[in-house]
């Protein structure tokens, strides 16, 4: 049953995202809020994943799960929040972020020689839907 719901409370939980950006705006600092954010998400996420006993990454690929934590919500959500609280809509921030997959596909191809199969064209038509 929780399958059916998932994506649908992820989509929700997602949207909001940049609406929340407006609602803190001139309360909150957009960083201080995020560090909040991710800092009580990680403790959450860790209990949860303790609780259920879940496999941890080794030690050696922890640098680069970090990396890629700090980038996408550091870098990407960062900087949405900032451009937020100044001046940019919340609508047209969330647009522009609809855009961050095609980015990654496009730069991975150029940097990875990575083909752009179906997957990419299904998300291009998906996300235009």
Avoid: C, N
């Amino acid at each position: 049953m929780s399958a059916l719901f998932a994506p649908a409370l992820f989509v929700l939980v997602w949207s909001t995202g940049f609406i929340v950006a407006r609602a803190i705006d001139g309360v909150a600092d957009p960083a201080l809020f995020l560090l909040a954010r991710f800092t009580l998400t990680t403790l959450l996420y860790s209990a949860i994943a303790l609780a259920l006993r879940a496999a941890w990454p080794a030690r050696a690929q922890w640098p680069k799960h970090l990396l890629a934590g700090a980038l996408l919500q550091g870098v990407y959500m960062g900087g949405g929040y900032w451009a937020v609280a100044h001046g940019l809509s919340p609508a047209v921030m969330a647009l522009l972020a609809t855009l961050q997959p095609m980015f990654t596909a496009l730069i991975a191809q150029r940097l990875f020689d990575e083909p752009l199969g179906r997957h990419f064209w299904g998300g291009l038509l998906a996300g235009a839907l």
